[in-house]
């Protein structure tokens, strides 16, 4: 049963910065892709950063390009997602979600099986 648990959600002022960690387990992690997903009131899920399962590629949707970095550790089982220059419409809850297949590298929100419970992303003015 893989499990993952996000952390490091809160309320940020416009312009500032937050990091989102994911701590991974019920699987072997550095087989799979990751990703970070968010859901905003009334907006449809977002993909906004994938990683490869060995971290040699990512992908970012097209608003976050340039401010959010994603990367992984595995090691430690965990990826992040490193987010600069905030702004309002970045609020939404995150959720850290696991590739349902070996080592494939998708950037369709759809083949991201297994998420977490999300964490509150508030980006005030």
């Known amino acids: 049963q893989v499990q993952l648990v996000e952390s490091g959600g809160g309320l940020v002022q416009a312009g500032g910065s937050l990091r989102l960690s994911c701590a991974a387990s019920?699987?072997?992690?550095?087989?799979?892709?990751m990703g970070w997903l968010r859901q905003a009131p009334g907006k449809e899920r977002e993909l906004v950063a994938a990683?490869?399962?060995?971290?040699?590629?990512?992908n970012y949707a097209d608003s976050v390009k340039g401010r959010f970095t994603v990367s992984r550790d595995n090691a430690k089982n965990t990826v992040y997602l490193e987010m600069n220059s905030l702004k309002l419409e970045d609020t939404a809850v995150y959720y850290c979600?696991?590739?349902?297949?070996?080592?494939?590298?998708?950037?369709?929100?759809?083949?991201?099986?297994?998420w977490g419970q999300g964490t509150q992303v508030t980006v005030s003015s």
């Open positions: 019920g699987r072997t992690f550095s087989n799979y892709a």
């Open positions: 990683i490869g399962w060995n971290g040699g590629i990512t």
């Open positions: 979600a696991a590739d349902e297949s070996f080592r494939r590298f998708s950037v369709r929100a759809d083949d991201y099986g297994y």
